[in-house]
């Protein structure tokens, strides 16, 4: 076997907590965080069952302030912040010139004039580097407060039963009463907390940004609202398999500096409507061109499934033209069956398609199917 | 157990006789994560030692075994193949993966297989 060993140093507030539950680690952008705590299927299985928490706590959180914070994240970002109402969040990119994207973040208005921006863990240097440097000109503030919070996930159909059952939550109106993408400042044990009703796993669920400081109170105390809710703590393993089959992308597999966000399905995000310019609002308005590589999904038959860099033929189980190339892939918990998320050439995106996944040196067939590849049933 | 090898590569190897069982390690099992899948090459197969002949895959990744000597597939674990949870639950034991046929086990010998006390210092524990 190969065993990829990464030296990484830095820590959550939450990793005693996480040791004591006996979690397996991983390196994530330096990160040590839980991969697993005992069973990676299990922790899948309970989010779309019930629920899983989740430590959150790398995600980055930049906050931005000032009278013209609205006028300078329409600038800076891709979409039209301006138009987001006090509560309410957004996912926006953050493209380059050339219109490529350089992180994919969520932006929630938390005041009149200060939004906070969260971008990827290992895009954090890069999101707050590219803020700062648009913000030249504009009466707004940029500052990285990604060590001071700690980010914790409640996602699953059980969510919201958990957070009602919480102690110590003090929320300006009732949870059922917040709507998907929305997200209220209220306080947990006396300090602010952010919750939000977002996330990353095709579920319903919510995320709670606390103080640092906050993080292992609120764990403990959410495992034990959740314990009659069947909550399980829950690693980036399954993370990454919820979010595939939720057909979502991750940053430096379907999204990076070279894919244009119409490549990765993503051009609504980009609001090309919206006055002013923006930071790669030309690139975007030419687009990609006519051949470039699109997102699409994958299914296949058996267990075995293609992975992130495997290589896509048309032309038959024999066929020498390499038509595209898979970013993600697993085999999928709940459908039982192998998913994978792949760029290809736009003549062999369409849904049906037969295509093959070289798999080392095995080929295997594939089928283009749209994204996502699992819904949540609609609830209430 | 007192007989057991391993390699650098996270395998075991017991020998009984000119016969080789092989497998992979707790530790190994544990990194890949829940094993989904499980190739195993063929009974009557040759193998050459550090040549890719089986694979076991989680959700998350994928491993490579390799043929730790030459010799002949003489069985393969169909049961793996059924219950690849195997290979996490009872590595040692259920979770064996191929019986390799040497001519001379003296080939183990060689520093490349180690004890259990070496391969726990090599995996820090």
Not at chain 1, 246 to 253: K, T
């Amino acid at each position: 076997l190969t065993d990829n060993a990464v030296i990484s140093s830095r820590f959550s507030p939450l990793h005693q907590v996480h040791v004591d539950a006996g979690a397996s680690f991983t390196d994530f952008a330096g990160w040590q965080m839980p991969v697993r705590y005992s069973s990676e299927l299990e922790e899948h299985h309970a989010v779309r069952n019930a629920a899983g928490l989740f430590d959150l706590s790398h995600m980055a959180e930049i906050i931005v302030a000032g009278p013209e914070s609205a006028a300078f994240l329409d600038y800076a970002l891709c979409g039209k912040i301006s138009a987001i109402a006090i509560g309410q969040a957004k996912y926006s990119l953050l493209l380059s010139e050339d219109g490529g994207i350089i992180d994919d973040v969520i932006v929630y208005r938390t005041h009149e004039n200060r939004y906070k921006v969260v971008a990827n863990a290992g895009n954090r240097f890069q999101a707050a580097g590219a803020l700062a440097g648009r913000s030249a000109g504009f009466d707004a503030t940029v500052v990285d407060e990604s060590d001071q919070f700690a980010l914790v996930a409640v996602q699953g159909p059980a969510a919201r039963a958990i957070l009602e059952a919480l102690p110590g939550l003090e929320l300006p109106s009732a949870l059922a009463d917040m709507r998907y993408y929305w997200s209220a400042l209220g306080t947990y044990e006396g300090s602010e907390v952010l919750v939000a009703r977002t996330g990353y796993t095709g579920e319903d669920g919510f995320e709670l940004y606390v103080t640092a400081s906050q993080a292992e109170s609120l764990w403990v105390n959410l495992m034990a609202a959740g314990s009659e809710h069947g909550l399980v703590p829950a690693g980036l393993a399954c993370r990454d398999t919820l979010r595939l089959e939720a057909g979502m992308p991750l940053y430096g597999h379907e999204l990076t500096t070279n894919i244009l966000p119409a490549q990765a399905g993503l051009g609504r995000v980009v609001a090309l409507k919206k006055e002013g310019d923006f930071v790669g609002r030309a690139a975007s308005e030419v687009g990609p061109p006519e051949d470039a590589r699109v997102l699409v999904g994958l299914v296949s038959e058996g267990r075995r499934a293609g992975r992130a860099g495997y290589p896509l033929f048309a032309g038959g189980a024999d066929g020498d033209a390499e038509v595209g190339v898979i970013t993600s892939g697993a085999l999928s918990p709940t459908l039982g069956h192998p998913i994978a998320m792949a760029y290809v050439a736009p003549q062999f995106s369409e849904i049906g398609t037969d295509l093959f996944i070289d798999v080392r040196g095995k080929r295997i067939p594939a089928s283009v199917t749209a994204l996502p590849f699992y819904k949540r049933k609609a609830t209430e | 157990m007192t007989d057991l090898k391993y390699t650098a590569e996270h395998e075991w190897i017991r020998t009984e006789g000119n016969v080789l069982t092989v497998g992979i390690t707790a530790y190994a099992a544990d990194k890949l994560g829940e094993i989904v899948f499980a190739e195993l090459p063929s009974a009557g197969s040759s193998v050459e030692a550090g040549k890719v002949v089986a694979e076991v895959e989680s959700t998350k990744s994928v491993g490579e075994v390799f043929a730790p000597v030459s010799g002949t597939v003489t069985e393969v674990n169909a049961d793996v193949v059924d219950n690849p949870d195997f290979i996490n639950d009872s590595p040692l034991d259920k979770g064996w993966l191929f019986k390799i046929e040497v001519e001379d086990t003296s080939v183990l010998d060689g520093d490349e297989f180690i004890t259990v006390d070496e391969y726990n210092a090599l995996i820090g524990e």
